[in-house]
Nanobody, 115 residues
């Protein structure tokens, strides 16, 4: 069982920056070994489809960094624009010998950029 909890969202003025954090908690049962094989960030604005924002070593305005030891992933968003306003979701792909690969999503953290 894996739970993803995002934090760091909020209201920010255009041109500012934010750092989002996603912490994954893994509950191993029956001695199963879980391995997080990927962590990514997506976002979804009202009336639009969810879109990939950053993965692996994405840089530029959306810089992702991962702490493997702590099962956390951060998203640094720079030079924020009003069009960056969205609900930002953490995604994790977890592999275990018994279940194979399973995808998990967090509840999302709201980012609102004012002009």
């Amino acid at each position: 069982q894996v739970q993803l909890v995002e934090s760091g969202g909020g209201l920010v003025q255009a041109g500012g920056s934010l750092r989002l954090t996603c912490a994954a908690s893994v509950s191993a049962t029956n001695g199963n070994i879980f391995r997080i094989t990927a962590m990514k960030w997506y976002r979804q604005a009202p009336g639009t489809q969810r879109e990939l924002v950053a993965e692996d070593t994405s840089g530029g305005r959306f810089a992702i960094s991962r702490d493997h030891a702590k099962n956390t992933v951060h998203l640094e968003i720079r030079s924020l624009k009003p069009e960056d306003t969205a609900l930002y979701y953490c995604y994790a792909n977890v592999w275990s010998p018994g279940s194979g690969s399973i995808t998990y999503w967090g509840q999302g953290t709201q980012v609102t950029v004012s002009s």
